[in-house]
């Protein structure tokens, strides 16, 4: 509502709350990773031209045997662990974030549909929705990827089809608060059409509460698609993110060989932990009810 | 002279729990499907003129924002005639009414929910007007700055948001939208209830102002006597969905006739000490909606009520000078007694 | 109207500010009034003007970031303002009773009406069981309640708007009390039913001896009901006095202007008299007096300094530098 206002005031807030700002600071430190890290890092842990087999399963630089050339130590093919975490992070954040714009945009569109125009429309989505909601997210998605096969796009059609029921029924029930208030008749009498009606009035006024459902799903997206891509669903070999690199080492974790899998781990939970504590905070700060 | 708006016979009813899991119920032993209607409007006949203010009042629920809304064609009227400037709109689809919303507009109650929070107000005032007219982008800012000026804004209002505005301000802003398109009648439901008396002042004073300069026919809703004593030409009183009493301002003020219109007249209070006792006081509540009384609408609550009305429903009849009213005592009027 | 050596409610110089976000609201800024015991007053003004807030600061009710800056309020001799939360609570209800415009805000709808009135007795009297389920049962009946003792066993939401504001005030008139301050009691109701409403509030705290302050915007309502009548206009009192002096001669501007911008149906005018303008913003008042932006009569004074309730007439008094004669129009 009072956007400027608003703006201010979270700026205000924000910058005393120490676990709004730790989230901020490790995002945006995950963030610098993934656009400069692959420039700061000399292997592309993908070009199979310049691993070394020689070079397989050395240590991180600090334990006897480690070699400077790989800070983290290296994998089976003599892959470096940390340019190996980066360019899996962003394969990672990249399938995280692409599902939840995809998730929110058909969401949001459904759940306008299913408010504004109600009657069979509603029952159709809302029921989909339920029965949706009545399996466990992890295995609609095992499911799926199971029948498509592995592949980028094929894990960004089943978390979408496992993420867009919360927008819908956000934004539904948004919209159905919306939809009564006095601007819209007005709008109405103004002679705006239905779709006007929704594009300009009713969605604006819906959207901040996808702000706080949208970051945190970021994060159980990341965690989907690691666990998918352990199970060996998920991303392709040739692609690998955090979730398939934890897999990799994993065969060799109790052999001592555990810097394969332990950092491309700790990766995942500080990414999914910065976000939890932003969402959080935006919870707090958006959520009219607890003002 | 045709009338700006005639309705005939106007009814509203409205399904409680539409959703059909919600409607099924077991009635011995078999499942049925029940609707619960609400009638909130129950066959409501009036007419305004070119430039005559026409004031429904009554409580809340008696359907005086019903009508309004359903006249404004935000509801779809269950059945009825609403005719515009001759031409009946009560069954036209949304895109059907297109040409006729630039002759009807209308002013909202609460000044804070009738404006989109996160539209400028030089977007919410041409908003009428882009729907509904071809004009130029320069031609909409030349007229919405006319728009403002004319409701005692001015143009650099234009670029803010509503938040920042007060009440009163809001309200201009209002009534500013409903002007854009030259309406020849704007709907005012319940335009100054939500603001404090001082402004409320300025609101009627403009109201007037804007009636006297463009030749506006108003369909005035209010609860308030004394604002509707002083903006109405004339005035229909509402109980329960039902047109009780209508009658000029002055005629009605003078000589009520329904019970019902004597009691509110008796119950509202006034600043003015020197006022005899209350004439009928009002005992109990009004009934709900959704199970009407048989007959007379007001007999629950009637101090004069008898068998008669509970069996039959007395009818708006014409009592001569304009005055109008639904009352059995008009046929008995030796039981009019205090 | 009684007339004791002390009054019961002696207020001073209260101040109330909101430390907010955007900068300190000074809601009430420096009330002072007195009450009688019986004395019925009506505390009126506009949004903004601060009325429910000194309501609410009688009562100790001010939660962060409001606070009661300075001031005293002696109830019966004993000071209230900022005394510690466990008095006040001993205090609320058995002494000073409030009614909510929303009797849904102070009912709490998953208990019993019942339920709600005996812990009211048993927190503030010594009654047993039996006794208290009595007071009960009369109570409700007094406030014009069918049927009391079956009603005991029914929750808020099974009663109509109208019904449920008498439950409100048989609660608030059960122990007693000898101060209830009413916050828009009968503004959510119709007008049939506030006039119920009003008449029952009239009777039951004639009849029980009691003082009341009735928060309203509403000045009809304060003419029909209220013995005195201070009006609040920015936080500050800029009239009180007897309510037909004030009325029927205002000596304050702001007054004169929210009694003729209310349409009198016995005088139509073709145009009210209106008050111009809008209520400043009450982070940043201006130099002076507050209403002088919208007043006719202001002169270069009216900026400079901030007038004092000063005594005009027998018991009226008003803080304008130019105060109006009788009969005349601001």
Excluded at chain 2, 68 to 94: C, V
Excluded at chain 2, 281 to 286: F, I, S
Excluded at chain 3, 138 to 147: N, T
């Amino acid at each position: 509502m009072m956007t400027r206002i608003l703006a201010t005031q979270i700026a205000f807030n924000w910058r005393r709350n120490l676990s709004a700002i730790s989230g901020t600071v490790i995002l945006l430190a995950c963030l610098f990773m993934v656009a400069v890290g692959p420039s700061l890092v000399a292997q592309n842990p993908y070009d199979v031209m310049q691993l070394n087999l020689l070079d397989s399963y050395l240590p991180p630089v600090w334990l006897e045997g480690g070699n400077p050339n790989y800070l983290l130590g290296t994998d089976g093919q003599g892959r470096d662990v940390l340019a190996a975490v980066i360019y899996g992070t962003r394969i990672s954040a990249l399938i995280g974030l692409s599902a939840t714009l995809l998730s929110c945009v058909i969401g949001t569109f459904l759940g306008l549909m299913a408010g504004y125009f109600g009657g069979w429309i509603d029952a159709l989505i809302m029921r989909v929705a339920d029965i949706q909601l009545s399996f466990p997210s992890m295995l609609i998605a095992l499911f799926l990827m199971s029948a498509f096969g592995t592949g980028i796009d094929k894990i960004l059609i089943s978390l979408t089809a496992v993420g867009w029921v919360v927008y819908a029924r956000t934004v539904r029930g948004s919209t159905l608060g919306e939809r009564q208030r006095e601007y819209v008749q007005a709008a109405r009498v103004a002679g705006l059409r239905d779709a006007a009606i929704i594009w300009r009035h009713i969605l604006p006024n819906v959207m901040t509460p996808l702000i706080v459902v949208a970051t945190v799903q970021v994060g159980t997206f990341i965690l989907i698609e690691a666990s998918l891509s352990f199970l060996g669903v998920g991303v392709p070999v040739t692609q690998p993110s955090l979730g398939l690199l934890i897999k990799n080492g994993f065969d060799v974790l109790f052999s001592g060989l555990w810097w394969t899998s332990l950092f491309p781990g700790l990766m995942i939970m500080a990414m999914v932990f910065g976000i939890n504590l932003l969402g959080d905070f935006l919870r707090d700060e958006l959520n009219p009810r607890l003002k | 002279m045709t009338a700006m708006l005639e309705v005939q016979d106007l009814r509203q009813e409205f399904r409680l729990n539409p959703g059909l899991l919600d409607r099924i119920s077991m009635k011995g032993g078999r499942l049925h499907l029940q609707d619960r209607i609400v009638s909130a409007v129950s066959g409501v006949s009036f007419s305004i003129a070119k430039r005559e203010v026409l004031a429904l009042v009554g409580e809340s629920g008696c359907g005086k924002s019903t009508v309004a809304k359903a006249i404004a064609r935000i509801y779809r009227p269950t059945a009825g005639n609403i005719r515009l400037d001759g031409q009946d709109i009560a069954s036209l689809s949304q895109a059907e009414l297109l040409p006729y919303r630039s002759k009807m507009q209308m002013i909202f109650q609460d000044p804070f929910a009738s404006l989109d929070p996160r539209q400028k107000v030089r977007d919410i005032v041409a908003e009428p007007l882009r729907a509904q007219s071809g004009l130029a982008s320069g031609e909409v800012a030349e007229r919405v700055a006319a728009l403002l000026a004319k409701v005692g804004l001015n143009t650099e209002h234009a670029g803010r948001y509503p938040h920042q505005f007060s009440g009163g301000q809001r309200q201009r802003i209002g009534i500013a939208r409903a002007l854009s398109v030259n309406p020849g009648l704007i709907i005012a439901d319940e335009p100054v209830s939500a603001l404090d008396v001082s402004v409320q002042a300025q609101i009627l004073n403009l109201m007037m102002d804007l009636r006297d300069e463009f030749g506006l026919a108003y369909l005035f809703i209010s609860h308030d006597l004394s604002v509707v004593h002083h903006i109405a030409d004339r005035i229909g009183v509402m109980y329960l969905g039902f047109l009780v009493e209508t009658a000029p301002r002055d005629r009605l003020f003078a000589m009520p006739r329904h019970p019902y219109t004597r009691a509110l007249l008796s119950a509202a209070p006034s600043i003015n000490p020197t006022r005899s006792r209350p004439e009928i006081e009002l005992q109990g509540e009004v009934p709900s909606a959704l199970a009407l009384p048989s007959g007379c609408c007001f007999r629950t609550r009637c101090p004069y009520a008898w068998d008669r009305c509970a069996q039959e429903r007395p009818a708006l009849r014409d009592m001569g000078d304009g005055q109008s009213v639904a009352c059995h005592l008009t046929d008995e009027p030796q039981r009019d007694m205090p | 109207m009684t007339t004791e050596m002390q009054p019961l409610l002696r207020v001073r110089e209260l101040r109330t500010w909101f430390h907010t976000f955007s900068g300190i609201v000074k809601a009430v800024n420096g009330v002072s009034f007195d009450l009688a015991a019986g004395e019925v007053m009506g505390l009126v003004g506009e949004s903004g003007g601060g009325k429910s807030v000194v309501g609410y600061s009688l009562l100790g009710l001010i939660d962060p970031p409001g606070k009661i800056e300075s001031g005293s309020i002696l109830f019966d001799g004993e000071e209230l303002a900022n005394a510690p939360e466990r008095r006040l609570r001993e205090i609320r209800g058995r002494e000073i009773a409030m009614i909510f415009q929303d009797p849904m805000t102070s009912l709490n709808p998953v208990h019993t009406v019942g339920r709600q009135m005996d812990e009211m007795l048993r927190l503030h009297t010594e009654l047993d069981k039996k006794a208290r389920r009595q007071r009960c049962v009369e109570m409700l009946e007094s406030v014009g309640i069918a049927r009391a003792e079956e009603r005991l066993e029914s929750y808020p939401h099974q009663f109509s708007g109208g019904m449920r504001q008498r439950v409100v005030i048989a609660i608030a008139l059960l122990a007693k009390p000898r101060l209830i301050i009413a916050d828009e009691p009968t503004t959510a109701l119709d007008v049939t039913i506030q006039a119920q409403i009003l008449r029952l509030m009239r009777r039951e705290i004639r009849q029980q001896g009691a003082s009341l302050i009735l928060v309203t915007h509403d000045l009809a309502v304060v003419a029909e009901m209220v013995d005195k009548i201070t009006v609040l206009y920015c936080g500050r009192v800029v009239e009180t006095g007897p309510v037909r002096q004030v009325l029927e001669a205002p000596a304050h501007p702001y007054t004169r202007g929210l009694i003729d911008s209310i349409p009198d149906p016995a005088h139509r005018l073709p145009r009210l008299r209106q008050i111009p303008g809008t209520v400043p913003d009450i982070r940043a008042l201006p130099k002076g007096c507050a209403f002088r932006a919208r007043c006719s009569g202001a002169a270069a004074i009216c900026s400079e300094v901030e007038p004092s309730l000063v005594a005009r007439a027998e018991g009226q008094s008003a803080a304008c530098h130019f105060p109006l004669v009788s009969g005349e129009t601001a």
